[in-house]
């Protein structure tokens, strides 16, 4: 299960909204998680913190993820493992990812791909660390 889903399903089990305090502590306690991923996770498009409660928002999906299925690209996205999230495909997503880049997100190319692309040349992207 994912970071993400976790913090979901915890929260819709709060009455859906939460101390984000609480909610961190929590699954940093029960699943053995680093403090500052769950902290990553919680500030993403799916959740809200106002005042210190976190809730989940009214459906909106990752904004990055949005653009890659408006552009109808294959990606692989292991962000929730701690790893990156892949594009598959060569140097002809140049000028999507030059689009990409315009909105806060810097792909790097490798033409050998990685691990997860099993070899097939890919885009790769990790966010920064919540510090």
Excluded at 14 to 36: C, F, H, P, T, W
Excluded at 39 to 53: A, D, E, I, S, W
Excluded at 72 to 85: A, H, K, Q, T
Excluded at 108 to 115: I, L, N
Aim: charge should be positive; charged fraction near 25%.
């Amino acid at each position: 299960m994912s970071i993400r889903q976790l913090i979901y399903d915890k929260i819709q089990s709060n009455g859906g909204a939460m101390d984000q305090r609480r909610l961190i502590d929590e699954l940093v306690d029960e699943y053995s998680l680093n403090i500052k991923t769950v902290h990553h996770y919680c500030n993403m498009p799916l959740f809200r913190t106002v005042k210190g409660v976190i809730s989940i928002t009214d459906g909106v999906t990752d904004p990055l993820l949005h653009l890659l299925d408006e552009k109808r690209l294959e990606y692989l996205d292991l962000r929730d493992r701690g790893g990156s999230l892949w594009v598959i495909g060569g140097s002809e997503l140049g000028d999507v990812m030059n689009e990409l880049r315009t909105k806060g997100f810097v792909f790097r190319y490798r033409a050998e791909g990685g691990r997860a692309t099993k070899g097939r040349a890919a885009w790769w992207w990790k966010p920064q660390p919540y510090l």
